[in-house]
């Protein structure tokens, strides 16, 4: 087949076309024009950053047979570095090592060393994949590396610098190939496109570079398959759609089901994406990279340099991660890395990549306190629950109902009530006995109400305050009992009007009291104090719970009011 | 291997992978070396087949279609026929069972890796071989997941620069078990998996019947190959006790879902017994059709096999108790899925599956089948004992 892959047709040729390795084309350049080339060089550097090419041009540069001395810029033209571009040269002898990896092999070359090069200056051995010789081929080739003939180089490349002896390292100059910036990457693709006369689309060439993951090579491979397409111009979509990547449109609905959580449509979505042809993993490992992109938008803002997106992606990506949270997206990402470990050891693995997506689709999204509590000033009341952010769980220690709950009984914390034809000397004293009937009679539904404050009492009506909507609910339905107490207390009918919590009152229930450091160690009474609290208690009871953590909360009065982490 | 190789025409249900491969050719730009990855049983060993005989034909046949020429094999020229006979020289397979015919593997077991000195053998040293028909010479690896740390590098330099005239294809159900630096040095193919009709159609021709037909199809998530070998599988053992006359993997599984229905916390040690003999079963039947497979292996299959069909049960369980009630995998047996439902909310049921593939990755590490199974159902039962947090 006479094509050759661009990869190989545009290796680079001097040291000043290697692309993204300047500083170590400057230092070898230097080292030829100061006459001090060294015997042993080893490169090493993840795949496709330019071991073997750098390797060849030194190679060149030494044996260059129109200059009359080690050269900085081989001609090119003589047999000598045609024949090392080609990987045939008699002086030159590249040995794959990873397939001559034994001791055999490196007798072999100790032999043929010693004997002068035919027509070159030096004799040059470059071993590619160094790491995979053997130990004792390693060895063999200590003493010779040591102290080589004066006509023989080394050059090692290696792709894991970590499989090669400390006593191979220590004799030779290391260098090591950092991988290439996406950026750079972009600029050479550019060139070359240009050269082979392909009209490609903006968005393309980003994506291209990103994808390459810092290997020249692995670009050129991804371009190579595209151009063999024959398609103009190449777009972003192509990409997607031939490399076996999840395409982004079905990549960005999956999320967007997740987000709604509506599981048909994930499960939907999921089949679409594998009867592409992605392997479940691969859909993780977007995924992932997805909803780090969207974190890294959420934390560092747009226009942030640390991404590399096209530009409608980016604002795709921005739209949804509106719908997210930044605990939530961590919370996704640690999920699917731990799902893509499980998925590269098993064959079957839809059913499990379906059952986590779906249960991230399920999950509520995480909301941190502080987020909770400026929503609740915010927003005046209730938690909004058709925000865009979905239903919450606090993650954070500290269960707001239940403190509030714990300052609403204790007389010393009442809030002087709203003027109006009200009652104010007898409330407290009202609500007191109201709360001790109801527990008397029915322990639970006391605890609920406990966790009310009495409003006000006008016209017959007494008003309570809920802060806790489930307490609410369950008080509502009591209405009879509720009101036959109040009958027996107060002596007439009373009706009770139910209303859910301002967080303006909430808030100001909590008087500023004695500061006690947030955290700070409790000791076992003060422990054992907030456990009988009869609100906790309830809470205990009521989910089944088992109390993991109590810590002081600052703002609240020692040491009633502390909050329990509870562990359902 | 099949007697007579697909044209390329006949593949079905990967028009992607050979619409690439057609017009790279088409393009002239055709790569040194392809990865056709994939599932196993979706047909790519079949295409890579096809593939080569089209390379090799010696009159190809050209028809234009929409998105451009379609190239095919004659299927009459010599070079067609010796492949269709299996004996073309310029087409070599390579696979791992290849060892005991390498220089020092005569009397080696059958490997489980696929090992360096078949990848040296028969295809590196061969590789500078010219072809000796026509203008290629086409080698598919086959298992290239298999291959190890060693093999690969020593396909490093082979695949990076190799004569002209050679393609390379590896075949792979895994890339990510490929190194970084094979991966870059090829070109990747995807191929789906089978749809679903697909697969139920091809079973129901050969004589499957439908609702096991359908649930086959269902469990193999797309793998033809599969679907056929379990629906094929007769697990009838000549001494068996209880002899009922072609028991089938089908009737296992119904049996399974029956049992699972009703299972209770106090069931496990006996379901668990009952489920090493189903899987002994299974493994034994699939002795008998396979050739050189290790014991272990043969055990390790039927037994996930049994993790599988629980797997499917629970994960059919989890649609239920969401509201989806549309393609189910035991579509066959609702009443009992539904009755695994009701104990498992879609929550629970979405954890168990998490549970079962822990339990799956414990048969590949070799830990005893019994605890395995007892633990795989405590979980199923709602106790958490022998989970690892």
Redesign the interface.
Known sequence: ?????LA?RYRSQTFDDVVGQDVIAQTLKNAIQGGKVAHAYLFCG???VGKTTMARILAKSLNCLAAKDATTSPCLKCDSCIAINA?EDIDVVEI?G??N?GIDNIRELRQNAIYRPARARYKIYIV??V??LTTEAFNALLKILEEPPAHVKFIFAT?EPNKVLPTIQSRCQRFDFASIGPQVIAKQLDAILKIEKITFEPDFLPQLARLANG?M??AL?LL??L????QQPLTAAMLEQ???RPDAENLNLLIQHIAAAD??QT?KSIEIL??????A?QIAESLVEMFRDMMVLKTAGDGTDILLLSCSSATTLNQLSQTFDIPWLVFAITTLERLRW?L?????A???L???L??LA?SEHFISLDALTEQLRGAGGSIPASADIKKKTIISSGNPPLFQAAAAKTPAVQQPIPSGQTEPGSIGDIWRQLVEKMQAQNSQTGGFLSQARPGQLRNNTLTLRFSSPLALDMIKKKDDQLCSILKDILGREITVQYESAKPEDTAAATQPSAPAPAGARINRQQQEQALSDPAVQMIIRGLSANPVQIDRIEELEPPRHETEETDV | MTAKTLSLQQIFCQD??VG?LQ??F???????AYIF????GVGRAMTARAWGKMLLCQSRVEKKTPE?VFFDSCGKCPSCLLFDGDGHPDFVSIYKELLSYTKEGKDRKPPRDLPIDVV?EFL?EKIGNRPRMG??SVYVIHEAEKLNA?GQ??????LE?PP??C?IILLC?????LL??IY??????????I?REHILTVLKRQGVAESAAAYWSGFC??SLGQALVWATLDCNEKGDKDDKGGKSVYDIKKELLEKLGHFQLADTIELAEWLGQSAKQISAALGKVSVDVSTTDLNRRGQKLMI?MI??AV?DA??IS???EKDLVNSDQITAVKKLAEKLD??R???L??QI??K??WV?GSINEKLIFEGLLLNTAGLDIITAA
């Open positions: 087949m006479s094509y050759t892959v190989r993840t795949r496709g990987g794959d990873a397939s990896r590619d994949e790491h995979m792709t290997s090579r692995d491979s190579d398959q151009i063999s397409t024959g031939l490399l076996g599981p048909a499960l594998l009867n592409q042809g992605q392997s993993s499980t590269r050891n098993s064959e079957t839809r059913a499990l379906e059952a986590t779906l249960r399920m | 992607k992978a690439s017009r790279a088409g393009a002239g730009k055709m790569a040194h990855a994939g599932p196993d451009g040296r590196i203008e290629f060693a590098n020593a396909l490093l330099k082979t620069e002209s005239y393609v159900s895994k890339t990510e078990s970084p630096t870059s040095r090829c070109q990747s193919i995807p191929f789906g998996p749809d998530e797309g599988q797997l499917w994960s989890m649609r969401l509201g989806l879609s929550d049921a979405g954890e599956v998490s593939y822990r799956i990755e590949d």
